[in-house]
């Protein structure tokens, strides 16, 4: 963290659809130049003044300009601020820059990817020189995969306190979710199809759950690629699209926290599969949005998802415990996350050492009190 900074975040992207949700969401929340201080980044001096005037935040809130391919640019941002909140993706194509001005500064940053080739390629890149500056990267600190990642955690946890000790398997299922992923994630996801097609070795990066983990490979996973009845929750349950990125971070997160859940760990996520019930995922395929574009207000407050995790023991024994979240996730869920990951990484967790993180094993607990408090979550033991 960069600790004499004039501000605690810098919102980069804050002309774009998620971007603003986040901008937003601090605006009314915090307000400018209070407890919290924070200014907002993009491309265009002209454009960042609209959006402002647009959603109603003072005429002093604080506007700042850098273009993403500007080297120089980006590093005079980032030394203004102790963290930057990048929405500006797909990262693969837009984010070396930033996170190496970030990483050089000691600037902690925080992004929303869910492009697991990107983000083993920045661990190799930048893990070793971010330990030395102090800079925390974190990665996917929206839908994908603060809810999952933490889930685990607090189903891990649980399982401390109520069985003794940390458990060798646990289980994901999305029983319920409204709303939709965002533009930027779908066009995250097509250019990393395009990258896989450039380099056909990418995808045994997208094939492996221990990408994340350089130089430990665990054991082998549920394969959760085919409609099975789970005797555990009763249901049927089928493959979850965004398993292929959140099994990585949760693996990620176990081998950052020394392996605490063990070498042995294993973890699979699927979709509860129920006739009727409401698992709308919109923004898919050909209705999804362009990057930028998104639902409005009231689809947004009307979305929702509840996740139940189930911790199982060697000896049989189980947890179960649930995630909640009061927003559809793609949009207005995952900008409340991403900004709170911030306030708590430089407000609660400044001893976090530098390195690239998983919101998780970065944050933990203080992570939990925070989003249950400000962004709508709600983490419930079931049994």
Known sequence: MNPNAEFDIIVYGATGYTGRLVAEYLAH???????????????????LAEVRDEMG???????????????????????????IITTVGPYQLYGDKLVAACVATGTDCLDLSG???????????????????????????????????????????????????????????????????????AASGAATMAAIQKDPGLIA???????????FQGPEQPPGNAVEHDLDLGADVGPFMMAVINTKNVHRSNALLGHRWGTDFKYDEMSIVVPGAPTEFTGMGAEAPKPGDGPSKAEREAGFYDIVFVGVADDGRQVK?????DRDPGYGSTSKMLAEAAICLVRDTPSTPGGVWTPGAAMGSKLVDRL????????????
């Open 29 to 47: 929340r915090y307000g400018v130049g209070g407890d919290i201080k924070w200014a907002m980044a993009g491309r265009s001096a002209a454009k």
């Open 57 to 83: 935040a003072p005429a002093e809130t604080p506007l700042i300009v850098a273009d993403a391919d500007d080297a120089a640019q980006l590093e005079a941002m980032v030394r203004r601020a102790k963290a």
């Open 115 to 185: 492009e697991p080739t990107w983000m083993a390629q920045i661990i190799a890149t930048h893990d070793a020189a971010a330990k030395t500056s102090g800079a925390r990267i974190v990665h996917s600190c929206g839908f994908d995969s603060i809810p999952f990642e933490l889930g685990v955690w607090f189903a891990e946890e649980t399982a401390k306190a109520k069985l003794g000790g940390y458990v060798p398997r646990v289980k994901g299922r999305l029983r319920t979710m409204k709303g939709g992923l965002s533009g930027g994630t």
């Open 205 to 215: 990066v997208m094939m492996n759950p221990f990408a994340l983990t350089p130089g």
């Open 321 to 325: 415990v649930s995630v909640k979240g």
């Open 372 to 383: 249950q408090a400000n962004a709508g979550l709600t983490f419930s033991v079931e049994s």
